[in-house]
T-cell receptor, first 112, second 116 residues
């Protein structure tokens, strides 16, 4: 069973702080990892993807991947109330079959 | 450019009744997905189409669920008969290609099903 694990939260951070969202995955064959943001009652939207070990930065967002530890994280700098949403981590489970496995999501609340 | 369009947005039915959901993907996107999202959970893949061919339907409960994508564009997902446990949001997504490293999935707003 290929699993993606996330702490469901809620994670509360004050406005302007760094929010750190974590994710672990069970399938060592997973190649690519995605962070989606989902506002309440809305559909998921892609924030970032990463497939190489290390950090990948895009504006206020930084994705981090450690394949040896099977660990993915998303850092949100200068958190804003508009960042309040559920963040879904997803892993692609390898060549041959495009199976994107999602975690349950972490609910983030940014307190003004 | 129009996004992924789904209808209906909301559907309330009694158990054992049939229900159908419709999806129009982004123009030019050859890959179409149906996901189911239960409350407090992440989306789970039901079926993936490459053009009109269903290439991954291993998670589709085939005793009551069916899907089709005629002409490789619009798709419908049907449940017959519906059960209480089918209450969920059914998400349609599309992408240019099933390439994991660069293929972004674009989701529709979803169809929220409530089975009474």
């Amino acid at each position: 069973q290929k699993e993606v694990e996330q702490n469901s939260g809620p994670l509360s951070v004050p406005e302007g702080a760094i929010a750190s969202l974590n994710c672990t995955y069970s399938d060592r064959g997973s190649q690519s990892f995605f962070w989606y943001r989902q506002y309440s009652g809305k559909s998921p939207e892609l924030i970032m993807f990463i497939y190489s070990n290390g950090d990948k930065e895009d504006g206020r967002f930084t994705a981090q991947l450690n394949k040896a530890s099977q660990y993915v994280s998303l850092l949100i700098r200068d958190s804003q109330p508009s960042d309040s949403a559920t963040y879904l981590c997803a892993a692609h489970s390898g060549a041959g079959s495009y199976q994107l496995t999602f975690g349950k999501g972490t609910k983030l609340s940014v307190i003004p | 450019e129009a996004g992924v369009v789904q209808s209906p947005r909301y559907k309330i039915i009694e158990k054992k009744q049939p229900v159908a959901f419709w999806c129009n993907p982004i123009s030019g996107h050859n890959t179409l997905y149906w996901y189911r999202q239960n409350l407090g959970q992440g989306p789970e893949l039901l079926i993936r189409y490459e053009n009109e061919e269903a290439v991954d339907d291993s998670q589709l409960p085939k005793d009551r669920f069916s899907a089709e994508r005629l002409k490789g564009v619009d798709s419908t997902l049907k449940i017959q008969p519906a059960e209480l446990g089918d209450s969920a949001v059914y998400l349609c997504a599309s992408s240019l290609a099933a390439t994991p490293n660069t293929g972004e999935l674009f989701f529709g707003e979803g169809s929220r099903l409530t089975v009474l």
